[in-house]
Each structure stands twice: as structure tokens, then as C-alpha cells.
């Protein structure tokens, strides 16, 4: 009987610790394979660098428009001297779930944002909101984004700012973005192409920052980021060009062209000064105001007689017109001269006094400087980004444009060896800007225009036939399509990256 105890009991014992080995392992395989079916296959993404890892966590990330999975990467392999032609690059790879475009495409915009698209991820409506499918814009000096599946997490790879006014021209023939047919928003002056320029090239040419790539004008985005707001351009005729260039872009994007209007049923021409333009289905305006100045043109009595001034302390009558704008972009250089300002002669006046005599350099940082003040004190930097444009400078050989100057042989633009003076009033408006409570960016297209002596309209800004003194040429204004595109280019790149960075700050 007590071998009979003694044996069951080993057995038992046997037993027991067999049931608990077999268990471990089982528990053991289970847990393995569960550890290695939630660990998703392509949690690292190759993009031209060493496998990045990510945890797989979701993120909510501040972006201007709610796009699914998308990155904009503006990669150029080879980058082209300013008289070669580009040549076609590779796109960069990446895992089945990313989408990586290259910068440059053969016609059209980039993508059209589908009224399926918009209705499911949500338009961008006065704040810029959040999502898990996001439309970026990869600066590969400044700021670097991957995003891979809406379950991971997107990193940043911060670095040196870019400075994108320093670089070369390109040639591309994937440009123009649009052309004179398919945009009826370019008035006469700007029509080269209508008004018998036969040449081409000075259409396809793209800016190419030296340390870093922009992202290439996406109309749809474009409108997006403008959705219920006001975007405003603010100064002389060569505001108008860039806004004229603007209409161009985004009209590109737009279904139906009967829903872009302008308010007051205006044609565009040049005698006229005012237009808001109306794109319905994105509940946003385009509006462009004239004011040569910024500040008061008027008149004011001299002696018995009453004659023009310019009253440099006080700002334009229209500027109530700007406020309320959601973008603000203004300029004002080319009717600073001598010439527009009868020499400073009687002409400038604050307060009660007419200047007998001002200089034209010191009465433009007074002016600019009454700008200033009013933008402090009437534009909420909560709801309004402003933005200055620097002068865009004139190509007149052998004479001004009263007096013989001319332009219409220059058909390439100057190479990179080509050195200029930088303007003084590019230099007044950044000591001004940098005295104002607002932040306002200060958009230095001086440089990279001033090669592109090839693109003003010359002898081609009237139409053909018409009656006109054939000694003027038009050596100051742009050929639309043309160099304005590539101002415009780099306000989309800075209103985009300004979203970024507040996200990042």
C-alpha cells in the first residue's frame, strides 16, 4: 500500500510539471506570433536615406489642406546651369502606401482636389485644421517629412533655413502653367503672345533655389488654402501683374468658369484700378487695388493756386478697402522717381506744409513708414499675413522708356556671372519692416529678376496695328505667362512653410 502512495504520487508530480512546460511554450508561440503580426511590413520607408523606423502611433498634425497620404517632394537630381536645358528626373521611391511626385510635370496642375475628396476630409474653412492625411511640402534644407501609414508618426529632420532668392533659372519645358488662351484675366499690356511675340522660351523658365527645392504651383491647393478667405494685392501696375498672374494660376483649377466673376462685372484693363474677383465655389475673393503710393495722393493749395501733392504721412483713402484681407501682399518702388514726383518740387507735403524741395529717397521711408504704422495698428497678425514684394527692376538699354530705351532683342536670360546694385529702396523697406510690431515677410524677388531681361513685353505691348509710337517699349512690365509666375510661386512655397513652422513652434 505504500508503494502504491509513493508511485501515484511521483506520477502526479510527473504530470504536473509536464502540463506546466507545455503550457509556457504554448503561451510563448502565441505571444511571438502576435508581436510579429502587429509590427506592420513597411514601418520603415526608404527615401533616399538609411531605413527610418517609426512607432506606430498616431499623430495630428497642423496642415493647410486635408489630403490623404500624399508627399510633395521637389527632388532635383541634377540641377541645370541657367542656359542648359533640364532634364527629365527620377521620382523618388518609396512603399506601396506613398505617393512621392516629382517637382516637375508635363502640363496642367499637379493634382485637381475631387468634390469627394473635399467632402470627406473636410474643407479648409478660416483655421487651417488638423488630420491624420497629410498634403506636404518637404523642404529638404529646412524641414524633412515622411509620413507613412495614418497609424504612424511623422518625424522632422530640422536644419539650416533656405534661402530661396538665391539660386539660378532653369529651363523646363513643362512650363508655362497655363497660357494666354486658356486665361482671359491678362490684359493688353501683358499679352505678348497675343500681341505677336513669336519666341517661346521666355515662358519656360523656373526659379531654382540653390540649397533646397520649392514645391511647383498647385492651383487646387492653392484654392484650398484661400477657401473662405480674401487674398489681396495692394500697389502699382506691377502688383497688378503679379495679381493678373495669380487669376491665371488658380483659373487653371476651376471647373466651371462662369463661377469666377468679378463683383462689379469690371473688365480687366489698365485704366481701371479695383477688382474683386469672386471664385464661387471656394467662397473666396482675389482682389487687387491700385495705389502707387500707399499713401494719400491729393491736392492742397500753393500760394493762390491748387496743386497735386503727395501726403507721405498720411496713408491711401482706399486702405480701408485692405483691411479684414486674410493675405495681404503689397509693393510700391516704380512711381518713386524723380519723374513721377515732379523732382520733389511742391510735391510733398505733411501736415499743413508743402515741401519747396524733398529728396525722392527720404520722402519714400517717410511714406513707407506711415504704411507701417497703419498695418500696426489696423492688421490683426492673428488673422492676416502680410507680406511686402521688393522692386522688380526695369531692362531699359541705351534710354528710358521716354527716351529711346529699349529691350525686345534680349531674348535669354543674363547668366549667373551677371553682378548688380542692390536698390535703395530694397534696402529702406527691410530697415522699415524690420522696425513694425506686425510680422511681415518681405518678398526679395529683386535678384532673381533682375535676369530676366527677356521676359518684359518690349514692342509687344499693344496689339498689332494699332497706333502707337513704335519708339516706346515696355522694358519695366512682364509678358504674362512669365517671370510674375515665379513671384507667385514663392508666396505659395512661403504661405505654406509659414503654416509649417507655426506647427512646429
Not at 83 to 112: C, F, M, P, W, Y
Not at 307 to 314: A, C, G, K, N
Request: charged fraction near 25%; charge should be positive; hydrophobic fraction near 30%.
Amino acid at each position: 500500500m505504500e508503494r502504491e502512495r509513493s508511485f501515484s504520487f511521483k506520477s502526479t508530480r510527473f504530470l504536473f510539471f509536464s502540463f506546466t512546460i507545455f503550457s509556457a511554450l504554448f503561451f510563448f508561440c502565441f505571444f511571438s506570433i502576435s508581436i510579429m503580426t502587429t509590427v506592420p511590413s513597411n514601418a520603415g520607408v526608404w527615401y533616399s536615406k538609411p531605413l527610418v523606423k517609426f512607432p506606430p502611433k498616431p499623430v495630428n498634425v497642423e496642415t493647410l489642406s486635408r489630403f490623404n497620404s500624399t508627399i510633395w517632394e521637389n527632388d532635383v537630381k541634377n540641377p541645370v546651369i541657367v542656359d542648359t536645358h533640364l532634364s527629365k528626373r527620377e521620382d523618388a521611391s518609396g512603399s506601396a502606401n506613398i505617393s512621392v511626385l516629382d517637382g516637375i510635370q508635363r502640363g496642367g496642375n499637379e493634382s485637381e482636389v475631387s468634390s469627394e475628396d473635399t467632402s470627406k476630409n473636410g474643407a479648409v474653412q478660416g483655421n487651417f485644421t488638423n488630420g491624420h492625411g497629410q498634403d506636404i511640402v518637404s523642404n529638404r534644407t529646412s524641414v524633412e517629412k515622411i509620413e507613412v501609414h495614418t497609424d504612424q508618426r511623422l518625424e522632422e529632420k530640422k536644419s539650416t533655413e533656405c534661402d530661396v532668392w538665391k539660386g539660378k533659372w532653369v529651363f523646363d519645358e513643362s512650363y508655362p502653367l497655363y497660357t494666354n488662351q486658356s486665361c482671359p484675366f491678362i490684359d493688353e499690356g501683358f499679352d505678348c503672345g497675343g500681341n505677336g511675340r513669336l519666341d517661346k522660351d521666355y515662358m519656360k523658365w523656373r526659379w531654382q533655389p540653390q540649397d533646397c527645392d520649392i514645391p511647383r504651383f498647385n492651383a487646387s491647393r492653392m484654392l484650398e488654402l484661400i477657401r473662405g478667405k480674401r487674398l489681396v494685392f495692394v500697389g502699382d501696375s506691377m502688383n497688378r501683374n503679379q495679381w493678373e498672374s495669380m487669376m491665371c494660376l488658380l483659373y487653371g483649377a476651376v471647373k466651371d468658369p462662369k463661377k469666377v466673376y468679378d463683383r462689379h462685372g469690371r473688365k480687366i484693363t489698365k485704366e481701371k484700378g479695383n477688382y474683386s474677383f469672386k471664385f464661387v465655389d471656394y467662397k473666396c475673393t482675389v482682389e487687387y487695388y491700385v495705389s502707387h503710393f500707399l499713401v494719400h495722393e491729393g491736392k492742397s493749395r500753393l500760394g493762390r493756386k491748387r496743386v497735386q501733392t503727395l501726403r507721405i504721412d498720411s496713408i491711401d483713402r482706399g486702405s480701408s478697402r485692405w483691411r479684414g484681407a486674410d493675405i495681404l501682399i503689397f509693393n510700391s518702388a516704380h512711381w518713386w522717381s524723380h519723374t513721377k514726383t515732379k523732382a520733389g518740387v511742391n510735391y510733398y507735403q505733411e501736415g499743413d506744409i508743402v515741401h519747396a524741395r524733398l529728396d525722392v529717397m527720404t520722402a519714400f521711408r517717410r511714406a513707407l513708414t506711415t504704411w507701417a504704422t497703419w498695418v500696426d495698428k489696423y492688421i490683426n497678425p492673428g488673422k492676416t499675413r502680410v507680406f511686402f514684394r521688393s522692386l522688380a527692376p526695369s531692362h531699359f538699354r541705351e534710354g528710358q522708356w521716354n527716351s529711346g530705351g529699349h529691350c525686345k532683342e534680349a531674348t535669354q536670360p543674363l547668366n549667373g556671372t551677371f553682378n548688380f546694385d542692390y536698390p535703395e529702396k530694397s534696402i529702406i523697406t527691410e530697415e522699415v519692416i524690420k522696425l513694425m510690431k506686425t510680422q511681415v515677410t518681405f518678398l526679395n524677388i529683386t535678384g532673381l529678376t533682375q535676369y530676366r531681361r527677356d521676359g518684359h513685353p518690349s514692342s509687344f505691348g499693344r496689339k498689332t496695328g494699332k497706333a502707337y509710337s513704335s519708339s516706346i517699349q515696355d522694358c519695366s512690365h512682364w509678358c504674362l505667362p512669365g517671370v510674375p509666375d515665379a513671384w507667385n510661386e514663392l508666396l505659395y512655397y512661403h504661405l505654406q512653410s509659414t503654416r509649417t513652422k507655426r506647427f512646429r513652434d
